[in-house]
């Protein structure tokens, strides 16, 4: 039994769901958002609660599906009542961001800077020069968002350097021994 998926979406004010087959769609203050369940779970709309339950139940895809479709039909409904965020910070001398328009300009310590084109739906933000904020109401565009920039330049364990996640720890390395 999934702990997880026996669980029931409440449907909080706001926000209105729709069950047409196996799509769902959810509408809120923020916009819209739509998925498909698989085959293995049948999803039943009660009222203000959304239930998922496995097709069958001794069938090892169908327990594994059951816990993550109730967990992406509730980041769904999160999603257009509350939205999602990512802040990446940047941790060198001369490491710097700039929006120019919607795109996102960074400094790197590259020869050249690197300019990121953000997806649709998806919001950037820079605070300070060293801190980037991601915002949007799709939790796993803004997470491929954030894993992107992150990736031009990840943090470096010997001096720290590079773009990380607010808060993340990097684990720093002892340099060469004279």
Do not use: C
């Amino acid at each position: 039994m999934s702990r997880i998926g026996k669980q029931p979406i409440e449907i909080p004010a706001g926000v209105t769901a729709s069950l047409n087959g196996m799509e769902l769609t959810v509408k809120g203050p923020k916009g819209e958002l739509s998925m498909t369940f698989v085959r293995e779970i049948t999803p039943a709309l009660e009222g203000t609660e959304l239930r998922i339950t496995p097709v069958d139940d001794t069938l090892q895809r169908s327990r594994a599906m059951w816990g993550m479709q109730r967990t992406l039909a509730a980041n769904l409904i999160e999603g257009v009542l509350n939205g999602y965020e990512k802040n990446l910070e940047l941790h060198g001398v001369g490491y710097r961001a700039a929006l120019a328009g919607k795109n996102l300009s960074l400094q790197l310590g590259f020869s050249h800077d690197v300019t990121y084109h953000p997806p649709a739906g998806i919001t950037l933000t820079v605070e300070k020069p060293t801190r980037v904020k991601i915002s949007g109401i799709d939790k796993q565009v803004v997470g491929q968002t954030a894993a992107e920039i992150r990736q031009y330049r990840p943090p470096e364990p010997y001096k720290g350097k590079g773009v990380r996640y607010a808060g993340e720890y990097v684990r720093r390395k002892e340099g060469k021994k004279k």
